[in-house]
């Protein structure tokens, strides 16, 4: 087998492994059939209600003998929903913008102010919670109480001394007070706790029991979230990200399908572990105290996802205090903040089955980017280190190319010859690998070790938060957006070219054309990639060519010397 025909099936392998990649995720959650699809009009208003989503966690038995709690939660009456015209209350930090409603404490709306929509000037900032019926998404919280007494739910009322709070420069801390009271002795200090430059949130419940009766209760909390319909474009790589619950139970990270029958009988009980709402570069996370059990669901109703845990039941003896406390964060997946809030919590950036080779490569690529202070630089930095690496594996590949382009006449005069014997043509081609030391299948191995590496890199720079928006040089403002004048592609097209010409050309014809006509299917497809992926595909191809080149003269001095050798 001749040695070019190695390299297109693997250019068509590792074509197709992309595809396949891209349709996994395609079918990981299928569109819901009780969605409905985001406006495509401007920006809607608040609307008077939530959905019909209202509904309280089953408390925990606490007889130990008794059955298990029933599957689903009480439900409670639907006009008892959310009201997105309730009293609400700002609360502004350094890196968050939030409204909280007085009724149940819940977060309403949550915008980042350091990450813009787009790079457009005036664009306004993402905003992962919202009441706007088209991208809903609040988060609940609250204590059950049992025995049937008042109990401080997302269906409660609070109240607060301000309208307003927000984190003054200097400041370490920014609470936020709403206080819930039965009126017969029992009182509620629900706590939201901020901190500079953090987008993790503490919520606090200090309970004071001055009543005569004991109370208990259990904490839990609520993700309520509109159902995404996945519209795959392949003009919009964003469109291939993730965006659903996901969970980790202690042992195993899951993402779930809220339109899978499995998945939505979801009744499971961990210990440290977490919920998550995921979308591309942003999380909604919640993580119950450590090795406390607690209970998690799934649900879906009327195009809403409902994914909640809730906790075990503690008592509050009379005239005694407790605390409760959950963990939340609403932000970009930065990797080292999520680390410190749960176990296995950066794995809410999904670089998929290739995660174990993508954070290294992220590692590597972040402690470059911290003395460069550039990812473009980073990446095409990176991408030298990695030729590096694999060097001494693709230099085998390289030689037999080389070799292979020194005998090319030699192998076309054979074709010639026996072009009515197949069987012979075989024969003889085999003899001339064998003496001139050849293996055609010599560079397959090396190039396929390197596979996996190039494909976790292209997760690394399509996933990582730290390359949104982030600018490289002159026309590129955006690593994670095309290029906006499709220089880069063409560039890469180019230089695939380049590196087909410096290459033996296939004897066939056929392949011949499908190598001729590879640098241009490549740079149609590149070019509504990511920048930052062209740039390291561009890269990785001017380094190939470099070190090609050199092999291919050293193997010609080599094959020179020993022609002369020969003559003597």
Not at 77 to 84: G, R, Y
């Amino acid at each position: 087998m001749d040695n070019p025909r190695i390299y297109l099936w693997i250019a068509l392998a590792l074509l197709v492994w992309m595809n396949i990649v891209q349709w996994d995720r395609d079918h990981a959650q299928p569109t819901p059939t009780g969605a409905s699809a985001p406006a495509a009009t401007t920006e809607p208003g608040p609307t008077t209600g939530a959905p019909a989503s209202s509904q309280l966690p089953p408390l925990p038995s606490s007889d130990p003998t008794a059955p298990p709690a029933a599957t689903g939660p009480a439900a409670a009456p639907a006009t008892a929903a959310v009201n997105a015209g309730a009293p609400k209350v700002r609360v502004v930090t350094d890196v968050l913008d939030l409204d909280i409603s007085l009724q149940g404490g819940d977060l309403l709306r949550a915008d980042l102010p350091r990450y813009p929509k787009d790079k457009k000037p005036g664009s306004p900032p993402v905003r992962l919670l919202t009441t706007d019926e088209a991208t809903f998404g609040v988060v609940r919280s609250g204590l059950r109480a049992a025995d049937g007494r008042a109990e401080p739910t997302h269906l409660a009322t609070f109240t607060t001394p301000r309208t307003e709070y927000r984190l003054a420069q200097g400041d370490q801390e920014l609470r936020v007070p709403l206080t819930w009271t039965d009126g017969q002795g029992l009182s509620v200090m629900k706590n939201y706790v901020f901190r500079p430059g953090r987008y993790d949130i503490d919520v606090v419940y200090d309970v004071q029991n001055a009543s005569t009766a004991e109370w208990k209760a259990a904490s839990y909390l609520q993700f309520v979230r509109h159902i995404y319909p996945q519209e795959r474009s392949m003009f919009d790589v964003e469109s291939y990200a993730f965006r659903g619950p996901a969970i980790y139970d202690g042992q195993k990270y899951r993402k779930l399908d809220v339109d899978d029958e499995d998945d939505l009988a979801l009744r499971t009980s961990v210990s440290n572990g977490w919920i998550a709402e995921m979308q591309h570069h942003f999380v909604s996370a919640a993580v119950p105290p450590k090795d406390e059990t607690y209970d998690l669901a799934l649900q879906q109703e009327q195009g809403h996802s409902l994914l909640s845990y809730r906790g075990p039941l503690k008592s509050v003896p009379a005239g005694a205090s407790a605390r409760f406390n959950e963990k939340l964060f609403i932000g970009p997946k930065l990797q080292d903040q999520l680390r410190t809030l749960g176990p296995k919590l950066e794995r809410t950036v999904d670089y998929g089955k290739l995660t174990i080779l993508a954070e290294p490569l992220f590692w590597l690529l972040r402690q470059v980017y911290r003395f460069v202070q550039n990812w473009g630089i980073a990446i095409i930095v990176v991408t030298v280190l990695l030729k590096l690496l694999f060097y001494k594996l693709t230099e085998t590949s390289g030689r037999s190319m080389a070799k292979m382009r020194t005998i090319a006449p030699r192998i076309k005069s054979i074709q010639e010859r026996y072009k009515d014997d197949r069987e012979q043509l075989a024969k003889q081609m085999m003899e001339l690998y064998k003496r001139e030391k050849i293996n055609p299948v010599a560079g397959c191995l090396p190039i396929l070790v390197q596979i996996p590496v190039f494909l976790a890199f292209y997760w690394v720079l399509l996933e990582s938060v730290e390359m949104r928006q982030a600018p490289f040089m002159g026309w590129i403002q955006d690593l994670s957006s095309k290029d906006p004048f499709f220089v880069l592609p063409i560039l890469m097209g180019v230089a695939m070219f380049g590196q087909f010409k410096l290459n033996p050309a296939p004897p066939d014809p056929m392949q011949a054309k499908i190598f001729a006509l590879m640098p241009i299917v490549m740079t149609v497809m590149m070019a509504w990639f990511p920048a930052g992926l062209v740039l390291y595909w561009l890269t990785n191809t001017l380094l190939s060519i470099a070190q090609q080149w050199n092999i291919n003269r050293v193997v010609e001095i080599e094959a020179k010397k020993r022609g002369s050798r020969a003559v003597e």
